[in-house]
Structure formats: structure tokens, C-alpha cells
């Protein structure tokens, strides 16, 4: 680990309760008291910070399956993933799904768009090395859904064996607008399996009454709006869980989510009139709490320096609501950049590290080469490229 330290003059730290004037000092993975022993200061002003965005919800094997066609509505997921199933029969991709490739591809879709910490919703391919790896794997426990476990992924009992007390048991839940749907919320009452610990996903057919259930017994929801609209043609009131801090924001993968979570942050305004400040606590404080991520206070010294540098908009809350991916000037994970500006090229040279040069969406980024290795192809993520947008290839 590395013990140089960075000090980042001027920046304004942006946070749900407010924003604030304050330098910060980087250290090996974490934040860190002020320090004079610092070898590289960069002057900030004019920049926010924001909380790296955390995704409560992906697969991330299954973000690149182009060619399949819109789907119709359904009133259950069951039905959809039998309608996917055919879809994918009739044109079967060349690259198969466990593939580390595909799962490679799914974190830097995350990555790019400043999200460095999600929840995988699948098993991790043996080959990946989650405590050394471009993304923080968040280490839930899951089970696919009531109807599928233990045809896909672990049995219920079987997933939430070795669940640890301070650790999220994850399950698509009433991902339906039916009866069958709703019928689900009073299967896992019954089993006893609603507690502080349980992650619903989805929850678009838990009826009136039964959200107090949910509310009551602790457990949370994820809410990932696209794929809701794409899938059931609905999706959920977020008011009463915000309410209590219960909700967070997820992407689903590309199958039926969206492009990624900066996506999802505008579907879930165009569903709720969300400010900045709620907007920012479904991607940052609540997945936070929610999946246990002790030790990620935002700026808080000794925590993980994971961390967003945004320089657009006339104030931190314009430049959120706005967001594109290629606004953000760097994407800090465990306090070293993984992707800048070509501007923080000292930054990348004080820790040694090696970088390429890449644009994406038309600018300029420099991004570590050695999370590159394991990249697919340039042609799995629309909009990154190896040359400027205007080069023609020879
Ligand atoms: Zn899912």
C-alpha cells in the first residue's frame, strides 16, 4: 500500500446534509487528517466532490446482449425471463454469458459512471479476485427469486446460511404487477425471512398493506426504474420508502435497465420529483447503510477515499441533476484515480501509475492501464473508444 500522501486544495465537499469548503488529504486507500507530509498538492477550486455513487443492483454479465428486440409488457418477471429466454434461443451470442469478459464489462460500465461499489446479483466467476478488483463487489448474500431458487443460483434456506448480522440477503421480490407478484411479499413473511438484513428488489407489486410489513420487520428496497417500465410498464411510489431511508437506487443490467446509474438517476426523477439531495442519498447514503458499508463515511478521515471529482454546472446540484458520465473529471477508488482527466496526469504519475489515453463520449480520459487488461473489446461499450470520435480508422 502505498504511503504517499495527496493533498486536494480548495474543493467544495458535497454531501446530502449540505456542501462545504474543505481540502482533503489522501493515503493509501483512505482519507486522512491533515497532513504536511504531503509530496503532491493539486489545486481544486472551482470543483466538487461527490461521494462515489453505489449500485444496489446489477448483473454485471449481462450488459452487453445487443440485438434483442423491445419486449412486450408483462405482469411478471417469470413471464419475461421465459420470453427472454426464447429471444436469446433464437439468436444465441458467440460469447457466453460466463464469460469473465462479460463480467468485466458490467464493472466498467459501473466504473465509468462513477459508481464503485455495486451489488451483483450472480455468482462471481472464480477467475476474479473481488477484494483486488477495478470495482468493490459488495458482499451480499442473494437468491435469485421465490420462483427460481434453487433452479438458478442457491435454495432459499441455502442462501442465507452464514449470514452474517451485519450483511444484506438479496431477493428480486414481487417483480410484478399481479397477484402471484404480491403473493410473494406474504411467502417470505410467512418463512420469516423479512428483517433489517433483507433486500428486496424491485417490490412493484407489494400492495399497500403489505409495505408495512416490509416497513416494520426493516427490510429495504431496491428500485430500479427502467427496468420496471421496460418490463411491467409501471413501477414503484419511492414516498414512503425514502421516507424512512429504506430505498436506494439500482440499475438492473442493459437487458432491461438503462444505459447506467446516471441513467437511472434521471428515470427516477422523470417517475419523482427528487431534489438533488434525495437524489444523492439513493445512490449514496442509503445503499451505504443499507448493504453495511461500514468504514465509507464520505470525506470522513480513516474511511475509504472513494470518491467523485465533478467540474460542471454553476453549483454541485445543477451539476448532479445534470450529470453525464464524461462530466465527471475523475473517478477516485480506494484513493487513487481510476479514471480522469488528461488534467490529473500528475496524479497518475505520483503513485506510478500507468495510463491510456481513451475518449469517451467525445472527451479525453486517461484511465489506468492496468484495469484495462481484462476489457473486453472497445466495441462492447458504445461511446469508448481508442481515437478521437472525428479520426477515421485507416
Ligand atoms: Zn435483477
Redesign the pocket.
Known sequence: MSSKVAHLQGLTLVSPHGCRRQDLWLEGEYFRLPSQRSGLKLSLENTWAFPAFVNG???LHLNSMAGLPDPPGFTNAVDWAAWLQKEHDRRPSKISTHDPRRFHHGAWKNLLSGATSVAH?DPIPASIDPTHYLIDLIPIKWCHSLAFAGKYGPGLQESRQGLQPRQAWVI?AAEGTDEEAAHEVQQLQQLGFLDSRTVL??GVGIRENQRSWVQQSGAKLVW?PS?NLKILNRSIDPAPYLQRESLCL?T??RLSGSQDLISEMKAARELYPLDGASLLKLVTTHPRRIFFLDGHEAFRPESRADFLLIQAGDNPWDALLNLKRNDIAAVVKGGMPALADPTFASWFDYFGIATRLLWLDGKPKLIREDWLQDFPGWEWEPGLSLHHPETVDE
Do not use: K, Q
Open positions: 443492483h446489477d448483473h446479483h428480486h428488489v424491485h430500479c427496468s439500482g438492473d443490467s
